[in-house]
């Protein structure tokens, strides 16, 4: 077979065909990112104007007082378990009642109780706090070693300064629970 074309124009045909690929292509790259924009765009948007919402919504709730209201919300009934967990019977045989009913039982009717209080906090003893009057020492005496007889109490606190009057004895007696019981 002859050949029609010579090796230059082969050559030039062949460069003109290779850069017409090239622009075909490059044209197909092109309508392909146009695609790709068209349909990505309306996502964009809607979630950059969604998280301009949001951030606008965080920035607002960190202002106002609602988060500051929680807060004080947790913490009171944080409080408030914190004082049902004393009341709440545990692994203690006794209540705070049947305490009290003891700590009474020795009081004369010359010891006058102006305050009887009961205190636990978590893995820690109890104490029952007394504070009244008594007309004289003897019978403050004999009622602080009827509260020392009781069991229940691994530790009683009666300040010598308690004594200190005749009559009319302001006092305050602490008495510690015994973990045991």
């Given at each position: 077979?002859?050949?029609?074309?010579?090796?230059e124009q082969k050559?030039?045909?062949?460069?003109?065909?290779?850069?017409?690929?090239?622009?075909?292509?490059?044209?197909?790259?092109?309508?392909?990112?146009?695609?790709?924009?068209?349909?990505?765009?309306?996502?964009?948007?809607?979630?950059?104007?969604?998280?301009?919402?949001?951030?606008?919504?965080?920035?607002?709730?960190?202002?106002?007082?609602?988060?500051?209201?929680?807060?004080?919300?947790?913490?009171?009934?944080?409080?408030?378990?914190?004082?049902?967990?004393?009341?709440?019977?545990?692994?203690?045989?006794?209540?705070?009642?049947?305490?009290?009913?003891?700590?009474?039982?020795?009081?004369?009717?010359?010891?006058?109780?102006?305050?009887?209080?009961?205190?636990?906090?978590?893995?820690?003893?109890?104490?029952?706090?007394?504070?009244?009057?008594?007309?004289?020492?003897?019978?403050?005496?004999?009622?602080?070693?009827?509260?020392?007889?009781i069991k229940m109490?691994?530790?009683?606190?009666?300040?010598?300064?308690?004594?200190?009057?005749?009559?009319?004895?302001?006092?305050?007696?602490?008495?510690?629970?015994?973990?045991?019981?």
């Amino acid at each position: 077979m002859l050949y029609l074309l010579s090796e230059e124009q082969k050559i030039k045909i062949s460069r003109e065909y290779s850069v017409r690929r090239f622009v075909v292509f490059l044209c197909f790259s092109f309508a392909v990112a146009l695609l790709a924009l068209v349909f990505i765009a309306p996502s964009y948007f809607l979630s950059h104007t969604k998280q301009t919402v949001v951030e606008e919504r965080a920035t607002a709730l960190a202002q106002s007082n609602i988060t500051e209201q929680a807060r004080i919300a947790a913490l009171s009934l944080e409080d408030a378990q914190k004082k049902i967990a004393i009341l709440k019977p545990g692994t203690s045989s006794f209540s705070p009642q049947d305490l009290f009913r003891k700590v009474l039982s020795y009081k004369s009717s010359q010891i006058a109780i102006a305050s009887l209080s009961f205190w636990k906090e978590p893995r820690r003893d109890g104490e029952v706090k007394i504070a009244g009057v008594a007309e004289n020492r003897e019978s403050l005496v004999l009622y602080v070693k009827g509260i020392e007889k009781i069991k229940m109490f691994s530790k009683v606190d009666f300040p010598v300064s308690n004594l200190a009057k005749d009559k009319n004895i302001n006092f305050l007696i602490s008495a510690v629970l015994s973990s045991r019981e």
